[in-house]
């Protein structure tokens, strides 16, 4: 059985020998990650799907000269990470929340993983402890430095391994691993008052 990754090589030799349609598989396969990854550094719920369409542009331009030295996906973030650095340099804005964005974020979060969550029963209480630690959780991150936040996401959200994000960040494992800890240190933080009362819990 082919890998995911076998998949992506096969699709950009199909789109390397001029099939547009093997492009459009990958971008309905990367879309909605790529713009969760976007979502996270530039927090304006308007600019994300023109960041992510301006990637994939610039990735259709440049599969060319992709040589497959990398994984497909690999390649992808780091220019996904590179044209929202240059979007927010052009605007000379912080990333800063927007209401429209936390307001997206309400209704359909996915950065946050399940098993986070205090698991004592639907209750309405638990629901609501629940929603209070993602809702923590969620804060901690977006009160992150961009390195801290964009590492933080890329293993924990993403799933992509130590080696993977160092090439996307273009930094040395050992500076990956730095700020994945201290990212980690940071969100304990904030979520220590809240489950204060669960013991030994601690994300």
Known sequence: MDSPTDLDAALVARVQRGDTKAFEMLVIKYQRRIERLIGRMVRDVDLVQ??????????????????????FYTWLYRIAVNTAKRALGDLQR???????????????????????????????ESELASKEVAAAVNAAIEALSEDLRQAITLREIEGLSYEEIAEIMACPIGTVRSRIFRAREAIALRLRPLLATRAGERW
């Open 94 to 124: 912080d990333p800063l929340v927007t209401e429209a964005s936390r307001a997206s974020a309400d209704e359909e979060d996915e950065t946050y993983r399940p098993d986070l969550e205090p698991s004592d029963g639907a209750t309405p």
């Open 50 to 71: 023109d960041i992510a369409q301006e990637t994939f542009i610039r990735a259709y331009r440049a599969l060319p000269g992709f040589r497959g030295e990398s994984a």
